[in-house]
């Protein structure tokens, strides 16, 4: 899995797989930004397996749709982004005392530490890492942790489609990863990250575009839940972590239904919208049917 906490050159070529489709966009990095195109294909039927963690297996028929698309909206379609939803993910801050220089080594000693806190995972689980802000004397890390299986099959899938995958990632992390620069410039200290969308939920904080607190939650809660969720994590950030107050909170609510309560956040929030990103008169209506396409824009805008 390569979560793009490196920033390469990428190509604009973003594909998002979902729960029931994949939608590809060519993101349009020069002024003003948005998409040149979009478009979104439901899987043909029995292309998808299930893993043994009960994520999907993928097969070259199930993106082929959408690649032959892309190829024909775009020339030069030979490598792209993957981002696939947050809830095929398990995402958390973890503490170690000390960590080994050799990658190899630092790798097994982190999966270790997540096996023990994820008691229930038995299946084989690819992870990526990197440090967050330290409080103490332990190392924080956050950890992505993905059913190998199923990364294996998505980069199978498009290699056979002849397309080499790039950055692999959860939508939350290409979001943040790729909005950290542009939005810690603007913020003045701390701020926060909130995406929500249909089976996921993720609160960020950070500085300087390193995380400083994070959490995954399951989308499907009740009203409130989300709001008492925020409130714990900035109760958590304020007391155990001794932070020092937001001075903006960025939200991108993908869920539909029931908006979050502005009176749930200490601050108003600035919704990740056109205006605050430099994007086009169309960027705000894309987004809004397709959801996805914002981590998809943050992908390409924060490596461009």
């Avoid at 793009?4 to 590809?24: I, K, M, N, Q, S």
């Avoid at 032959?68 to 398990?90: E, I």
Wanted: proline share 8%.
């Amino acid at each position: 899995m390569n979560i793009p906490f490196l920033r390469p050159v990428v190509p604009p070529h973003v594909f998002c797989l979902l729960a029931d489709g994949v939608t590809y966009a060519h993101v349009r990095r020069e002024s003003p930004r948005g998409f040149a195109h979009s478009r979104f294909f439901p899987y043909p039927p029995n292309t998808l397996g299930v893993s043994a963690a009960g994520t999907p297996l993928f097969s070259r028929e199930a993106i082929a749709q959408a690649v032959d698309a892309g190829r024909r909206l775009s020339d030069r379609l030979t490598r792209a982004s993957v981002l696939f939803p947050d809830s095929w993910a398990r995402m958390l801050a973890i503490e170690i005392e000390t960590l080994p220089e050799a990658p190899a080594a630092a790798r097994e000693m982190v999966l270790w530490k997540v096996r023990k806190m994820l008691p229930g995972v038995t299946s084989d689980l690819d992870i990526v890492f990197r440090e967050m802000t330290a409080v103490g004397e332990q190392k924080r890390l956050l950890v992505a942790a993905v059913p190998a299986e199923t990364l294996r099959s998505i980069e199978q899938s498009f290699e056979a489609a002849g397309v080499r995958v790039g950055a692999l990632a959860p939508s939350s992390l290409a979001l943040f990863e790729g909005l950290s620069p542009f939005l810690s410039s603007r913020a003045e200290g701390d701020y926060a990250v909130l995406h929500r969308t249909a089976d996921s939920f993720v609160f960020v904080v950070a500085n300087g575009g390193a995380p400083i607190f994070f959490r995954q939650r399951p989308a499907d809660a009740e009203d409130g839940e989300h709001e008492q969720e925020v409130r714990l994590s900035l109760s958590y950030y304020a007391e155990k972590l001794k932070g020092r107050g937001l001075s903006a909170i960025y939200v991108h609510d993908g869920r539909g239904g029931e908006p979050l309560r502005g009176d749930a956040l200490p601050i108003p929030v600035q919704p990740l919208r056109g205006r605050l990103l430099g994007g086009d008169a169309t960027f705000d209506e894309r987004i809004a049917a397709r959801p996805e396409l914002l981590p998809a824009f943050a992908a390409v805008f924060g490596r461009s």
